[in-house]
């Protein structure tokens, strides 16, 4: 009898656990990818983490992912990926698209480059005035990947927006 008690009980230990976990690890059910814990590892070779932020995924299409903030929905932080060349320096890929902005009514406020997680980066501050919207854009490159991060707002909460938007930017890895 004892016997098979504990044989009862392992079963439903060991099935428990199994029914609770994920079929792939980093899929469906799983910790990896539960959007209120803000981990991200992706297939795409990236990581990034939304933890200590109010930040959740609403979109992750093609090569994009768009996070938005429930109480402030006019806010929003994009991920996209480009590739270049790996001898093109970050900053004459950054000047290519600077003569587009003004196009789309942005103006560049400033521009400046730093090193995110041992890569060379780029941060561009802009301004739509028709539209009252401010936005922050990253550029991370890797060798001939490019992690172009648009943190977006209207222009008065910009400055309440933009510290979780650089805490989660900061979080970005390269898996490659």
Same mark, same amino acid.
């Given at each position: #009898? /004892? ?5 009862? $009980? ?8 199994? &029914? ?6 980093? #899929? ?12 991200? &590892?992706?297939? /795409?070779?990236?990581? #990034? ?5 109010? *930040? ?11 996070? =938005? ?20 320096? &970050? ?5 290519? *698209?600077? /003569? ?11 521009? =400046?480059?730093?090193? &995110?997680?041992?890569?060379?980066? #780029? ?9 009252? =919207? ?16 648009? $943190?977006?707002?209207?222009?008065? %909460?910009?400055?309440?927006?933009? %510290?979780? $938007?650089? =805490?989660?930017?900061?979080?970005? /890895?390269?898996?490659?």
């Amino acid at each position: #009898m /004892r016997f098979i008690l504990s044989v009862a $009980c392992f079963v439903f230990l060991v099935g428990s656990q199994v &029914l609770l976990a994920s079929p792939y690890p980093g #899929m469906g059910s799983s910790a990896l990818v539960d959007p209120q814990i803000g981990a991200f &590892l992706t297939a /795409r070779g990236y990581s #990034m983490n939304t933890s200590g932020t109010a *930040w959740i995924p609403i979109a992750d299409v093609d090569d994009s992912l768009r996070l =938005q903030l429930p109480s402030q929905p006019a806010a929003t932080l994009a991920l996209h990926f480009d590739e270049v060349p790996p001898n093109v320096k &970050l900053e004459l890929y950054a000047k290519k *698209w600077a /003569r587009e902005y003004s196009l789309f009514g942005f103006e560049i406020l400033g521009s =400046q480059t730093v090193q &995110l997680s041992g890569h060379e980066s #780029m941060v561009i501050d802009l301004v739509q005035k028709s539209k009252s =919207q401010q936005l922050r854009q990253v550029l991370i490159k890797k060798e001939k990947k490019v992690a172009i991060f648009t $943190c977006r707002d209207q222009q008065a %909460p910009f400055l309440k927006t933009l %510290p979780t $938007c650089n =805490q989660v930017i900061r979080t970005f /890895r390269f898996l490659e």
